[in-house]
């Protein structure tokens, strides 16, 4: 069974700083991996995702993700934090054993001071 | 397009009662999932839904079901509230497969009195 670990549930990052969100997941298979930001009283937004290919995923607003098989992580960066990125982040993983079954970790929620 | 669409926003029941929350996917996709999101669990994959037959599910009691209609649009219904079924419900639509992007609704925002 596959299992997402996000490290932190709180991230304070002050605007213009770099933003890392770190995700280690846990999956016998080749996992599809995908980053979804969750804004107060909203569903979730798909911000980007790793099926197969380049390892380095650029997704919408800035933030990119790379996947690294060796360390079994799927880290979210930005190089510059808005104070429009304050949200719970999400990262997921969806095995091939498990349909279309993804597994949350448990969210980071980041915080931009002025 | 217009996006996924849940209805109603938010419901407010008693405990015993029963409810019914609505899902109308993006139009084209064939396959829905649900997921219930609360603080001490987080988001907890109840089931999937492909061209009407019920997919996948997982490890919640069978007070939770759930269908899909013939247009692709999905309920899912609780029975028996409890308290701790006070939950932000949240629906997904996607294309067939998993890998392709799901695409989630604003969700039902369910309170258990």
């Known amino acids: 069974a596959q299992s997402v670990t996000q490290l932190g549930s709180h991230v304070s990052v002050s605007e213009g700083a770099l933003v890392l969100l770190r995700c280690n997941y846990s999956s016998s298979v080749p996992p599809y991996l995908f980053w979804y930001v969750q804004y107060p009283n909203q569903g979730l937004q798909l911000l980007l995702k790793y099926t197969t290919g380049a390892t380095l995923v650029k997704g919408i607003n800035g933030f990119e993700a790379e996947f690294k098989k060796s360390e079994t992580s799927f880290h979210l960066t930005k190089p510059s934090a808005h104070m429009s990125d304050a949200a719970e982040y999400f990262c997921?993983?969806?095995?091939?054993?498990?349909?279309?079954?993804?597994?949350f970790g448990e969210g980071t929620q980041l915080t931009v001071n002025p | 397009k217009a996006g996924v669409t849940q209805t109603p926003r938010y419901l407010i029941k008693t405990r015993g009662q029963q409810v019914t929350l609505s899902c109308s996917p993006i139009?084209?996709?064939?396959?829905v999932s649900w997921y219930q999101q609360t603080p001490g669990q987080g988001l907890q994959f109840l089931f999937e839904y492909f061209s009407e037959t019920q997919r996948n599910k997982g490890n919640f009691p069978g007070r939770f079901s759930g269908r899909q209609f013939s247009n692709s649009r999905s309920e899912m219904n609780v029975s028996t509230l409890e308290l701790g079924d006070s939950a932000l419900y949240l629906c997904?639509?996607?294309?067939?497969?998993?890998?392709?992007?799901?695409?989630f609704g604003p969700g039902t925002r369910l309170t258990v009195l």
């Open positions: 139009s084209g996709h064939r396959s």
């Open positions: 997921a993983v969806l095995g091939e054993t498990s349909g279309s079954r993804l597994t």
């Open positions: 997904a639509s996607f294309s067939r497969q998993g890998a392709d992007t799901q695409y």
